[in-house]
């Protein structure tokens, strides 16, 4: 059993467990915390569907225990309210987390574990550093809704990419500008704390990821309408 069926099995029955789930578990990490983290999703979704409502007390002669159901009323409509929001987003997040995964998705988020310094970077570089580091990559890049706190050139799928950290007023986000990795359309994915997404670029594709679980499509196109890409020299 390879890491994606592993993950089809965990997303499809959290609690449920097979020999081959359990042998692939043995020898794989990774699997392991999606294990967990499903798990602990799984256990979020059954709270919040075991939240009921009731109104009975609505139907009492006195005004002043119909005023407390009806206030009872409104505070448990407003948990519900709540419940359902937090149903949704990790219904949706699961269904984000538990889909197959392609190889450059994975690559990209190894990656990414051995670079936690790019996240608390704070201070804005200078553009013209930031111009000489992409431009040996044949890459200039325009305007973007932040600042660029953090560049340099990373090994990725045995060659060298562009790495960079945008930090804006509602977080950082980080890119990976891949020339030679061309994707046919987007694809999300979510792991050990990120969020990214891969698009296709002008040429290649690019990888953006955050730490707060908010959609990253939208920077990621800002960054596609930014980026121009003349011919990647490393």
Known sequence: MNCNAARRAIGAEPDARSPELDAHLLSCESCVRYLEETQLLDQR?????AITLSAD?????????ARKAAARSRYSRGWALAAGVVLSFAIGLMFWSAWPRSALATAVLDHMKFEPHAWIATAPLEQGHVAETLGKFGIALGPLDGEIVFVQRCWVRDKWVPHFVVRTASGPYTVLVLPEEPVSEPERFAEGGYTGILLPAERGSIAVLNR?????????RVVLRALRLDGARG
């Open 57 to 65: 007390g609505a139907r009492t002669a006195s005004p002043a225990v």
């Open 212 to 220: 707060n679980s908010s959609d990253p499509e939208p920077a990621a």
């Open 45 to 49: 979704i059954r709270r919040a569907l």
